[in-house]
C-alpha cells in the first residue's frame, strides 16, 4: 500500500522528533557527568560552605540563564543553528571538567558548557511541542523524555569512568558525543524541521522586535507566579543528585562512585519512565492539575528520605516514586507555560525548563552545602518540604489552559 502525502508527513514528524529527544538524551548526559563526582571535587578543592554553593551555582546556573536568554532571543528571531551547536559546546567543556586541576578552571569549563546546555533548550522545546499538531504536551513528553534518558545515563558513565581512568577520562566521551550529534541532527532532518516550523514568516521589517511585556502579553504579574511555583517544586530536583553524592559516600552507606551514580539513575530512570507515560497517557487540559497534585504529593516522599536511618529498600523505592512524580510529570509545566504565552513559546519554554531550575538551584545550594558541612546532608529533603507546599497551593491560584488547545482530542 503506498503511503499518502499526510501518513508521509506524520512520519517525517515522529522520525524529526525522536531525533530530537535523542539529541537531548546527549545534551543532558553532559549536563550531569558531574553528578556522582561532588565528593571528588570537595576533597580536591577543599570547598567551605561558600564554595560549594558558588560550585553548585556554577552548575546549575549559567544552564537556566543561558536559556531565558536564547528563549527570549528565539521568539524574536529562530536560529536553529543552536540545536547542533548546542550540543557539541555542551560535550567540548563538560567532558573536559578533569583535564586541568583548577577551581578557577573548573568553573569556566561549567560556565561555557552550561551555556552550550542552555541555548539548545529554547529552540528544541519549541521544535518539539509543534512537530506533532495538536499533541504539544506529548511531543514535549517525548522530548523531554530523552533529556531524563540523558540525566540517568550521566551519572552512570561518568561514575565508571572516573573510577577505573580518573577525571580526565571524562574526555573518552568527547568524540562519540560530537559524532552522534552530527549524525542525529541529519538523520532527523532537522534542519529542514525547524525551517518550516520555526522560521515565521517575513513580517514587516519596518516594524520592531515584540518587547518583553509584548513578548508576555502583558501579563508580568502571572509570569512572575508560574516562574516561583515551577521554580519551588524543581528545589528537590535540583538538590537530588548532591545530597545523594554526599549521603552515600559517608560510612554507613560507604557507596563507591559507580554505586553512587547507579543510585542517582534510580531517580532519573523513574523520571523517564513518569514522562514515558505522559507519551501515551498524558490528556491535554491536566496540565494545571499536575502543577497542584504533584508538588504536595511530593512532600510525603521528602520526609521519608529525609529519615536518617531510612533502610535502604525503602530509600531506593521512594527516590523512584519521587522521580515519577516530581521530574516525569514536569512536561506539564512546560506545555502549560507554552499554551499561556503563545507569542512568546521559546520564553515561556525558557523559563519553565531554564530559570525554574536555575532558580530552583539557587535556593538549594546553599541549603545543601550548610547541610554537607554539618555532616547532615540527608535534612536537605525536609527543607524541601515548605517549598512543595507553597508551591502546590500558590499553583491553585493559577488560571487553566486555554481552552482551545485543552480540548483537543488525544
Given at each position: 500500500m503506498q503511503m499518502n502525502e499526510s501518513d508521509s508527513t506524520t512520519q517525517f514528524a515522529w522520525t524529526s522528533l525522536i531525533c530530537l529527544a535523542l539529541l537531548h538524551t546527549l545534551v543532558d548526559t553532559c549536563a550531569l557527568l558531574i553528578a556522582p563526582l561532588w565528593p571528588r571535587l570537595d576533597a580536591l578543592y577543599g570547598f567551605g560552605v561558600a564554595g560549594l554553593s558558588l560550585a553548585f551555582v556554577a552548575q546549575s546556573m549559567p544552564t537556566s540563564i543561558s536559556q531565558a536568554v536564547f528563549g527570549w532571543l528565539r521568539d524574536r528571531r529562530a536560529a536553529p543553528v543552536w540545536l547542533w551547536l548546542g550540543p557539541i559546546i555542551a560535550a567540548l567543556f563538560l567532558t573536559s571538567i578533569g583535564l586541568i586541576e583548577h577551581r578557577g578552571v573548573l568553573?569556566?569549563?561549567l560556565l561555557i558548557g552550561g551555556i552550550g546546555v542552555g541555548a539548545f533548550h529554547p529552540e528544541?522545546?519549541?521544535l518539539a511541542g509543534r512537530l506533532i499538531p495538536g499533541e504539544r504536551t506529548r511531543g514535549l513528553s517525548l522530548f523531554m523524555f530523552g533529556g531524563s534518558l540523558g540525566l540517568a545515563l550521566g551519572p552512570i558513565l561518568s561514575g565508571l569512568i572516573v573510577a577505573q581512568r580518573g577525571l580526565s577520562g571524562l574526555t573518552l566521551l568527547t568524540i562519540p558525543i560530537v559524532v552522534l550529534v552530527a549524525f542525529l541532527f541529519l538523520a532527523g532532518r532537522l534542519s529542514g524541521a525547524a525551517s518550516r516550523l520555526l522560521t515565521a514568516p517575513v513580517?514587516?521589517?519596518?516594524?520592531?522586535?515584540?518587547?518583553?511585556?509584548e513578548t508576555l502579553e502583558g501579563r508580568g504579574g502571572f509570569a512572575v507566579l508560574m516562574l516561583t511555583v515551577c521554580s519551588l517544586r524543581l528545589v528537590p530536583n535540583m538538590a537530588m543528585d548532591k545530597v545523594l553524592a554526599f549521603t552515600l559516600s559517608q560510612p554507613r552507606w560507604g557507596f563507591s562512585e559507580p554505586e553512587i551514580g547507579m543510585a542517582q539513575s534510580v531517580f532519573l530512570i523513574a523520571a523517564s519512565v513518569g514522562m514515558f507515560f505522559m507519551v501515551f497517557r498524558f490528556r491535554p487540559?491536566?496540565?494545571k492539575t499536575f502543577m497542584v497534585v504533584c508538588p504536595l504529593a511530593g512532600i510525603p516522599l521528602m520526609l521519608i528520605l529525609a529519615w536518617s536511618d531510612c533502610p535502604p529498600?525503602?530509600?531506593?523505592?521512594?527516590?523512584a516514586l519521587s522521580g515519577m512524580v516530581l521530574w516525569g510529570t514536569s512536561p506539564a509545566m512546560v506545555s502549560y507555560a507554552q499554551q499561556q504565552f503563545p507569542k512568546g513559546a521559546g520564553l515561556a519554554s525558557a523559563l519553565t525548563m531554564g530559570m525554574a531550575w536555575g532558580i530552583g538551584g539557587l535556593i538549594q545550594a546553599p541549603i545543601t552545602s550548610y547541610f554537607?558541612?554539618?555532616g547532615t546532608p540527608q535534612m536537605t529533603f525536609m527543607a524541601c518540604v515548605p517549598c512543595l507546599l507553597v508551591a502546590g497551593l500558590a499553583a491553585t491560584l493559577l488560571p487553566a489552559c486555554p481552552k482551545a488547545e485543552a480540548s483537543q482530542p488525544v
Amino acid at each position: 500500500m503506498q503511503m499518502n502525502e499526510s501518513d508521509s508527513t506524520t512520519q517525517f514528524a515522529w522520525t524529526s522528533l525522536i531525533c530530537l529527544a535523542l539529541l537531548h538524551t546527549l545534551v543532558d548526559t553532559c549536563a550531569l557527568l558531574i553528578a556522582p563526582l561532588w565528593p571528588r571535587l570537595d576533597a580536591l578543592y577543599g570547598f567551605g560552605v561558600a564554595g560549594l554553593s558558588l560550585a553548585f551555582v556554577a552548575q546549575s546556573m549559567p544552564t537556566s540563564i543561558s536559556q531565558a536568554v536564547f528563549g527570549w532571543l528565539r521568539d524574536r528571531r529562530a536560529a536553529p543553528v543552536w540545536l547542533w551547536l548546542g550540543p557539541i559546546i555542551a560535550a567540548l567543556f563538560l567532558t573536559s571538567i578533569g583535564l586541568i586541576e583548577h577551581r578557577g578552571v573548573l568553573f569556566a569549563l561549567l560556565l561555557i558548557g552550561g551555556i552550550g546546555v542552555g541555548a539548545f533548550h529554547p529552540e528544541a522545546a519549541v521544535l518539539a511541542g509543534r512537530l506533532i499538531p495538536g499533541e504539544r504536551t506529548r511531543g514535549l513528553s517525548l522530548f523531554m523524555f530523552g533529556g531524563s534518558l540523558g540525566l540517568a545515563l550521566g551519572p552512570i558513565l561518568s561514575g565508571l569512568i572516573v573510577a577505573q581512568r580518573g577525571l580526565s577520562g571524562l574526555t573518552l566521551l568527547t568524540i562519540p558525543i560530537v559524532v552522534l550529534v552530527a549524525f542525529l541532527f541529519l538523520a532527523g532532518r532537522l534542519s529542514g524541521a525547524a525551517s518550516r516550523l520555526l522560521t515565521a514568516p517575513v513580517a514587516d521589517k519596518n516594524k520592531a522586535s515584540p518587547s518583553l511585556s509584548e513578548t508576555l502579553e502583558g501579563r508580568g504579574g502571572f509570569a512572575v507566579l508560574m516562574l516561583t511555583v515551577c521554580s519551588l517544586r524543581l528545589v528537590p530536583n535540583m538538590a537530588m543528585d548532591k545530597v545523594l553524592a554526599f549521603t552515600l559516600s559517608q560510612p554507613r552507606w560507604g557507596f563507591s562512585e559507580p554505586e553512587i551514580g547507579m543510585a542517582q539513575s534510580v531517580f532519573l530512570i523513574a523520571a523517564s519512565v513518569g514522562m514515558f507515560f505522559m507519551v501515551f497517557r498524558f490528556r491535554p487540559g491536566w496540565e494545571k492539575t499536575f502543577m497542584v497534585v504533584c508538588p504536595l504529593a511530593g512532600i510525603p516522599l521528602m520526609l521519608i528520605l529525609a529519615w536518617s536511618d531510612c533502610p535502604p529498600w525503602l530509600l531506593f523505592t521512594t527516590l523512584a516514586l519521587s522521580g515519577m512524580v516530581l521530574w516525569g510529570t514536569s512536561p506539564a509545566m512546560v506545555s502549560y507555560a507554552q499554551q499561556q504565552f503563545p507569542k512568546g513559546a521559546g520564553l515561556a519554554s525558557a523559563l519553565t525548563m531554564g530559570m525554574a531550575w536555575g532558580i530552583g538551584g539557587l535556593i538549594q545550594a546553599p541549603i545543601t552545602s550548610y547541610f554537607q558541612k554539618a555532616g547532615t546532608p540527608q535534612m536537605t529533603f525536609m527543607a524541601c518540604v515548605p517549598c512543595l507546599l507553597v508551591a502546590g497551593l500558590a499553583a491553585t491560584l493559577l488560571p487553566a489552559c486555554p481552552k482551545a488547545e485543552a480540548s483537543q482530542p488525544v
